[in-house]
C-alpha cells in the first residue's frame, strides 16, 4: 500500500460510548479522506482534509467528526456511537508532492471493521 | 451532485473467460476522471485502471481495459483471460477534475462481486 496504516483493524464498541478511529500515512500527502462501506451502498464520503486543521464535510458526515493537528494524522471520532454507523471505515491519501498532477487517483488503508452493538 | 450505478450486484464465470462489468454515471462536468477498484477479501482497495474523460482512446493495464463511451456516459470493465485473484469485489469511481489545491473527492457505485471458478 501507500504508507497508509488504520488502526485499530477492529473494533466492536456499545451503543453511545465515543469511539476514535486513526489514520497515520507515512507519504506526506496533502489529502485525506475518510470513507465507509456498507452493502448495496459502496463507499460514501464521510469527512475530508485538505491540509492541517483544514477539514470539510462529504456526503455523510452526521454524527462524525474528524480533526488534523499533523499532516500524518487524521482522526475520525464518532462522538456517541449508534448502531446505523456499524460499517467498514477507509482512509485515504492523494496529492503528494512527487504526483505531476493534483488529480491522482486515491491510495486507501485496510480499513477498520467497527461493529456497535 | 454526480452518481454512479454499478447494475450488477454479482457476477460469475469460469477461469480464462472474458467478463465485462458494467458501469454508467451520471454527471453534468465535462472534465472528469473514472476509476475502477477492485477489493479482494482481504478487504484492500486496490487501483486497476483509470480513465481521463478528455482522452478518447480506451485505458488498457495488461488484462484490464475500458470501454468509455462519454455520450453514453458508460464506462465497463472488460477482464480478459479470468483468473482464481480476480475473484473480488469491483467499484467504479467517479472524480472530476478539481483545480490545482483542490481534494480529489470520490464517488463510487454500489460494486459488483466477481468470481472466477476453477
Known amino acids: 500500500d501507500a504508507g497508509i496504516t488504520q488502526s485499530p483493524r477492529h473494533k466492536v464498541t456499545e451503543t453511545g460510548t465515543p469511539v476514535t478511529l486513526r489514520c497515520h500515512q507515512t507519504?506526506?500527502?496533502?489529502?485525506m479522506y475518510w470513507y465507509r462501506q456498507d452493502p448495496g451502498h459502496g463507499l460514501r464520503l464521510i469527512h475530508y482534509s485538505y491540509g492541517v486543521k483544514d477539514t470539510d464535510k462529504g456526503e455523510v458526515s452526521d454524527g462524525y467528526s474528524v480533526s488534523r493537528s499533523k499532516t500524518e494524522d487524521f482522526l475520525l471520532t464518532l462522538e456517541s456511537a449508534t448502531s446505523s454507523q456499524t460499517s467498514v471505515y477507509f482512509c485515504?491519501?492523494?496529492?503528494?508532492?512527487?504526483?505531476?498532477?493534483?488529480?491522482?487517483?486515491?491510495?486507501f488503508g485496510n480499513g477498520t471493521r467497527l461493529t456497535v452493538t | 451532485a454526480q452518481t454512479v450505478t454499478q447494475s450488477q450486484p454479482e457476477m460469475s464465470v469460469q477461469e480464462a473467460e472474458t467478463v465485462t462489468l458494467s458501469c454508467t454515471y451520471d454527471t453534468s462536468e465535462n472534465n472528469y476522471y473514472l476509476f475502477w477498484y477492485k477489493q479482494p477479501p482481504s478487504r484492500q482497495m486496490i487501483l486497476v485502471i483509470r480513465q481521463e474523460a478528455y482522452k478518447q482512446q480506451n485505458a488498457t493495464e495488461n488484462r484490464f481495459s475500458v470501454n468509455f463511451q462519454k455520450a453514453a456516459k458508460s464506462f465497463s470493465l472488460k477482464i480478459s483471460d479470468s483468473q482464481l485473484g480476480d475473484t473480488a469485489m469491483y467499484f467504479c469511481?467517479?472524480?472530476?477534475?478539481?483545480?490545482?489545491?483542490?481534494?480529489?473527492?470520490?464517488?463510487f457505485g454500489q460494486g459488483t462481486r466477481l468470481t472466477i471458478n476453477p
Open positions: 469511481a467517479f472524480m472530476k477534475h478539481a483545480p490545482s489545491k483542490g481534494a480529489q473527492k470520490l464517488v
Open positions: 485515504a491519501i492523494s496529492g503528494g508532492r512527487n504526483m505531476g498532477s493534483y488529480n491522482s487517483p486515491l491510495h
Open positions: 507519504e506526506n500527502h496533502r489529502y
